[in-house]
């Protein structure tokens, strides 16, 4: 079955880095891209950006932009996201998820997320 | 950016009773939406897409509809495991993608 897994929780210090893994199983890599959303404590849900493993390209939200990477390895089916200069607020669970994608003459979007990764939790403190 | 705005933010509905929940964008998003529950401690689950599709697996009580800037989800007769928060999302125009901020399905 179709399935991501993804690296355990961490705590990290303010101004510190993280890398998150999500490993995939069950579909043709390739043909999909992964998506990254994050769940602060008891709020909703929060698009970051994503990647098309089909040929490396990456949007991210402007939010983020600069601050995180996400990266994907074909060879193993594993997608990251690692951010950097963490804040306390960057406190939350991260979410990787299959994106479907729509194929356009140049270029490729993402449309929904099926199926999900279990999260991992990243706490920022001091 | 699409601002999603979900209404009501906390639907309170008996087992059996029909759940009918709704999702407005700031401009039209066609019928580029998605459904996801997410129940607590669990990731979010698929529900529907383009507006109205169901995904795999998902139950014939859920229904989507609507198209251009409002859109519904109705569950037509609640069973227990439907006690859940609900998101939607647009994929029409990005970045980003965006999400309501969600409506709680609790137990009345």
């Known amino acids: 079955q179709v399935q991501l897994v993804q690296s355990g929780a961490e705590v990290k210090k303010t101004g510190a880095s993280v890398k998150v893994s999500c490993k995939a199983s069950?579909?043709?890599?390739?043909?999909?891209?992964i998506s990254w959303v994050r769940q602060a404590p008891g709020q909703g849900l929060e698009w970051m950006g994503w990647?098309?493993?089909?040929?490396?390209?990456?949007n991210y939200a402007q939010k983020f932009q600069g601050r995180v990477l996400m990266t994907t390895d074909t060879s193993t089916s594993t997608a990251y996201m690692e951010m950097r200069s963490l804040r306390f607020d960057d406190t939350a669970v991260y979410y990787c998820?299959?994106?479907?994608?729509?194929?356009?003459?140049?270029?490729?979007?993402?449309?929904?997320?099926?199926?999900w990764g279990q999260g991992t939790l990243v706490t920022v403190s001091s | 950016e699409i601002v999603m705005t979900q209404s009501p933010a906390t639907l309170s509905v008996s087992p059996g009773e029909r759940a009918t929940l709704s999702c407005r964008a700031s401009?039209?998003?066609?019928?580029?939406l998605a459904w996801y529950q997410q129940k607590p401690g669990q990731a979010p689950r698929l529900l529907i897409s383009?507006?109205?599709t169901r995904a795999t697996g998902i139950p014939a009580r859920f229904s989507g509809s609507g198209s251009g800037t409002e859109f519904t989800l109705t569950i037509s007769s609640l069973q227990s495991e439907d006690f859940a928060v609900y998101y939607c999302?647009?994929?029409?125009?990005?970045?980003?993608?965006?999400f309501g901020g969600g409506t709680k399905v609790e137990i009345k």
């Open positions: 998820a299959r994106t479907d994608v729509a194929l356009g003459m140049y270029t490729i979007s993402p449309k929904w997320f099926d199926p």
């Open positions: 069950g579909y043709k890599f390739t043909s999909y891209g």
């Open positions: 990647i098309s493993a089909h040929n490396s390209n990456t």
């Open positions: 401009q039209s998003v066609s019928n580029n």
């Open positions: 383009g507006a109205s």
């Open positions: 999302q647009q994929y029409n125009d990005w970045p980003p993608l965006t």
